[in-house]
């Protein structure tokens, strides 16, 4: 933006000033600074374009915490939009990144979300008969695609902890980002979202559309369509290829999961073939950790789930088995010996 060298609605530029350059505060009228730059420029800028130097140090130390976070996701901004200092539309901003920017998400964290008082909706109670009425008939028609729990308390909305081109760190909305998924995955996931879709192999289909014709194999993880949920996804879905009828197939379904990033891709070996594995992390109690600095919620107990894909089929690998070893009084037909001296009487 640009210096101005005086307080009124017709007024000369002095200097163009970017974002991240330093600036001396000379005075101060209302909510307006007078500045002076490194160049010697001196004139007027909104105080609302400028932060101070500890916040910017905030900004700055965000960014070397992350430098090298592993990326769990990718995604694309849907329109210009501010980088946070944390979750929340009222923090600071530093940021401004255009539309279209590519981003790199690194962590997903959940905050009330700001609605006025007239917008917050009253529930009425209901009689008893009416209430378990409905209560029977949920658990009779329940979505197989609604969330397997959904926390109570007021309304929430998701962000994201992204890294820019140039390495600017910061909270994004997340309605303002699309997660970059295959265009061919489009229309698969149902009635849920994706939260991430990650390539394990590709198979040879001369008559598939895919360039020097191979097809990518994937495994998906999705969500409800609702933000707050304390996890990231409650949905593990595998697409094979079909190399006879040409199309894409759901060869597994893990559900009613609570699902954390990130996904692991890598590669085994089983019975002497290189196969392709995914793993990631599941809550195995009902304990949830939330940051009141950031609402990044994480649970107190989780595990670790791997699979392997061998041919079209998904199979889960566990820990490797103990081998039973047998008792030493145990003889090799497997009966049990008597001491000795005892003997089998009969009446």
Known sequence: MFLRDRLAPVSNRVAEVKNGERLQVVSEDRRFYKVKTDAGAVGWIDDRAVIDQKTYDKFAALSRENAHSPVVVTGM??????????????????????????????????????????????PLPLPKKQESAKVKKEKKKRDPNAPPYVPQG???????????????????????????????????????RYIGAYQLRTVEDPKSKFPNG???????????WMDGLP????????????TKRHRYELAFRDRDIEG???????NAVFNGQTEPTFSFKVATGNDVAIDP?????????????????????????????????????????????????????RR
């Open 260 to 266: 954390y990033l990130p996904v692991t891709i890598g």
């Open 231 to 242: 996890y990231d996804f409650d949905q593990v879905n595998v697409f094979t290829w079909d």
């Open 77 to 122: 901004l849907r329109d210009e939009s501010n980088v946070h200092l944390a979750p929340g539309r009222g923090e600071e901003h530093f940021y401004m990144l255009p539309a279209n920017t590519k981003l790199e998400l690194l962590m997903r964290a959940s905050v009330e979300k700001p609605m006025p008082a007239q917008a917050v909706p009253v």
């Open 214 to 224: 191979q097809a990518p194999e994937y495994v998906a993880v999705t969500n409800a």
């Open 293 to 345: 600095a950031t609402g990044v919620a994480r649970p107190a107990q989780m595990t670790t789930e791997t699979y392997r894909l061998e041919g079209d089929l998904v199979k889960r690998v566990g820990p490797p088995e103990t081998p039973k070893t047998a008792p030493a009084a145990e003889k090799k037909n497997g009966r049990g010996s008597r001491a000795k001296g005892s003997r089998k009487r």
């Open 154 to 192: 007021p309304p929430m909305e998701d962000w994201w902890l992204v890294r820019g081109p140039q390495g600017q760190t910061g909270w994004v909305l997340s309605r303002m980002i699309d997660i970059n998924i295959p265009q061919e995955l489009n229309g698969l996931a149902g009635e849920q």
